[in-house]
């Protein structure tokens, strides 16, 4: 164990000791002030110089509603010795910033103060892209917010607030991946899915989709913010959000490819059709209303009773395990490979399975959350090699649809008796060329589209709890 006793703490003579779970402060003969600060909770840290001699930690702690929040403890020089030389505020400062970095390997016994000295952590780079008009305007200021954990957590930022549509997918297709770790991306979904766009128009696409990036929510829906900020166990704020990018590690999460035939894109939340799509795209108009809009224009969709007509295809699961897309045979091509689908136009493979006729609802969820307030595929995950498509047959009365709806944000639709969920790696979907689809936000045309998963094709950064 690592121990000091040349500290002050809340003018206490006290003893540090870096442990394997986090840092102890501890004061002889009061047991109350004898507190342990997960590095979890640790950001980093810095130190004084000249006549002040102080080790300042960096926390980011929870707070009983779930908020985390940035708080300061100061370390000072001991009255009882000639004072902390900075030596020993430098060895302190370099212990702290090892076990609080992410990319320690947390399964080794503790170092040696020797290992420790001898292996300087690495000041990362993220570049941030700011949407300033995503959701309500807000992205200049979210990052305002945030900075500061980067700041403390050792990591030096480069912004760029976006100037026009698809700007982030320019960025992504030119971003220098050897002078940064990590993409931020301010904004909603809509804008995450322009940087992986970006990504996947590049030649040496299979190495940029496996860079990682992070979401902080700053737009309408927030669904991979939400999904991320579930999967660490934390509420999905910006703060909690920066908090997962800072201290968080890459993630595999799953990518599909959705085609045409004539246009290839890639998706990592959903493609909607039917209701969803319409109340998607056409609850842009109410964009000052923020998260609200979906339910503002929810209420208005239900009410026109509408119905829509298609053909839904699909290859269903099986109990085998999916293998990740990197492991399967020559995966890095001009584009990735799509195994289990024909041309569009060619007829599907034998056993696949057909719906087809009236549909109300149609959500092909790769992630468990759509929005904030919308678990949709309560049992999918973020490399589970699978879609999770929400179905609801036939014309529906306003009771199922707002039974449906009330249900959504706890994930309890799926039990409702008119809501069927397929799960499959591959499908085909056949709607009129004039009906809308909304693919992971963005407006997607009617017609026939193809869609396979890639099993833990991207990145995203994350915790798992």
């Given at each position: 164990m690592?121990?000091?006793?040349?500290?002050?703490?809340?003018?206490?003579?006290?003893?540090?000791?870096?442990?394997?779970?986090?840092?102890?402060?501890?004061?002889?003969?009061?047991?109350?002030?004898?507190?342990l600060?997960?590095?979890?909770?640790?950001?980093?840290?810095?130190?004084?110089?000249?006549?002040?001699?102080a080790?300042?930690?960096?926390?980011?702690?929870?707070?009983?509603?779930g908020?985390?929040?940035l708080?300061?403890?100061?370390?000072?020089?001991?009255?009882?010795?000639?004072g902390?030389?900075?030596?020993?505020v430098?060895?302190?400062?370099?212990?702290?910033?090892?076990?609080?970095?992410?990319?320690?390997?947390?399964?080794?016994?503790?170092?040696?103060?020797?290992?420790?000295m001898q292996?300087p952590?690495?000041?990362r780079?993220f570049?941030?892209?700011i949407?300033?008009?995503?959701?309500?305007?807000?992205?200049?200021?979210?990052?305002?917010?945030?900075?500061?954990?980067?700041t403390?957590?050792?990591?030096?930022?480069?912004?760029?607030?976006t100037?026009?549509?698809?700007?982030?997918?320019e960025?992504?297709?030119?971003?220098?991946l050897?002078?940064?770790?990590c993409?931020?991306v301010?904004?909603?979904?809509?804008?995450?899915?322009?940087?992986?766009?970006?990504?996947?128009?590049?030649?040496?696409?299979?190495?940029?989709?496996?860079?990682?990036?992070?979401?902080?929510?700053?737009?309408?829906?927030?669904?991979?913010?939400?999904?991320?900020?579930?999967?660490?166990?934390?509420?999905?704020?910006?703060?909690?959000?920066?908090?997962?990018a800072?201290?968080g590690?890459?993630?595999?999460?799953?990518?599909?490819?959705?085609?045409?035939?004539?246009?290839?894109?890639?998706?990592?939340l959903s493609?909607?059709?039917?209701?969803?799509?319409?109340?998607d795209?056409e609850?842009?108009?109410?964009?000052?209303?923020?998260?609200q809009?979906f339910?503002?224009?929810?209420?208005?969709?239900?009410?026109?009773?509408?119905?829509?007509?298609?053909?839904?295809?699909?290859?269903?699961?099986?109990e085998?395990?999916?293998?990740?897309?990197?492991?399967?045979?020559?995966?890095?091509?001009?584009?990735?490979?799509?195994?289990?689908l024909?041309?569009?136009?060619?007829?599907?493979?034998?056993?696949?399975?057909?719906?087809?006729?009236?549909?109300?609802?149609?959500?092909?969820?790769n992630?468990?959350?759509?929005?904030?307030?919308a678990?949709?595929?309560?049992h999918?995950?973020?490399?589970?090699?699978?879609?999770?498509?929400?179905?609801?047959?036939?014309?529906?009365?306003?009771?199922?649809?707002?039974?449906?709806?009330?249900?959504?944000?706890?994930?309890?639709?799926?039990?409702?008796?008119?809501?069927?969920?397929?799960?499959t790696?591959?499908?085909?979907?056949e709607?009129?060329?004039?009906?809308?689809?909304?693919?992971?936000?963005?407006?997607?045309?009617?017609?026939?589209?193809?869609?396979?998963?890639?099993?833990?094709?991207?990145?995203?950064?994350?915790?798992?709890?």
């Amino acid at each position: 164990m690592l121990t000091s006793s040349a500290f002050v703490y809340a003018r206490h003579a006290a003893t540090v000791s870096a442990e394997t779970d986090g840092l102890r402060i501890a004061v002889p003969g009061k047991p109350k002030m004898d507190t342990l600060f997960r590095w979890a909770d640790v950001l980093g840290a810095s130190a004084g110089d000249g006549t002040a001699m102080a080790l300042t930690l960096h926390l980011m702690e929870k707070h009983k509603n779930g908020k985390r929040r940035l708080r300061d403890v100061e370390l000072t020089q001991s009255q009882t010795s000639d004072g902390i030389h900075q030596q020993e505020v430098d060895k302190w400062l370099r212990i702290v910033e090892f076990f609080a970095s992410p990319l320690r390997d947390t399964s080794d016994a503790l170092p040696s103060i020797d290992l420790i000295m001898q292996t300087p952590p690495k000041q990362r780079k993220f570049m941030v892209l700011i949407n300033p008009v995503g959701g309500t305007g807000k992205g200049e200021k979210v990052f305002e917010k945030i900075l500061p954990i980067f700041t403390h957590a050792n990591i030096h930022v480069e912004r760029i607030v976006t100037e026009r549509a698809n700007h982030a997918v320019e960025i992504a297709e030119k971003l220098d991946l050897t002078a940064y770790d990590c993409v931020v991306v301010i904004g909603g979904d809509g804008f995450a899915y322009e940087v992986i766009q970006g990504f996947m128009k590049r030649s040496d696409w299979a190495d940029a989709i496996q860079f990682p990036f992070a979401v902080v929510p700053a737009g309408s829906g927030n669904g991979l913010a939400k999904t991320m900020a579930e999967a660490a166990a934390e509420l999905c704020t910006p703060e909690s959000s920066t908090y997962i990018a800072a201290k968080g590690r890459p993630l595999e999460l799953d990518l599909a490819s959705l085609r045409n035939a004539t246009h290839t894109s890639f998706i990592f939340l959903s493609l909607s059709w039917a209701f969803m799509a319409e109340v998607d795209i056409e609850s842009e108009k109410y964009r000052y209303l923020g998260s609200q809009r979906f339910t503002f224009a929810a209420i208005a969709k239900v009410m026109s009773s509408k119905s829509w007509s298609g053909k839904f295809s699909y290859l269903e699961a099986d109990e085998a395990d999916v293998p990740s897309y990197w492991s399967t045979d020559s995966p890095r091509g001009p584009r990735p490979h799509v195994a289990l689908l024909p041309a569009v136009g060619e007829e599907l493979p034998e056993g696949w399975k057909t719906i087809e006729g009236a549909f109300s609802l149609f959500w092909a969820m790769n992630v468990s959350h759509a929005a904030t307030d919308a678990h949709v595929a309560p049992h999918a995950q973020l490399n589970d090699g699978h879609l999770h498509v929400v179905l609801m047959e036939g014309k529906v009365s306003k009771g199922d649809y707002m039974g449906a709806l009330l249900g959504l944000e706890k994930g309890q639709h799926i039990e409702k008796p008119n809501v069927k969920v397929v799960k499959t790696r591959a499908f085909q979907l056949e709607t009129p060329e004039a009906d809308l689809l909304s693919a992971d936000g963005e407006r997607y045309g009617g017609g026939v589209c193809q869609v396979e998963v890639h099993r833990g094709m991207a990145r995203v950064m994350g915790i798992l709890k």
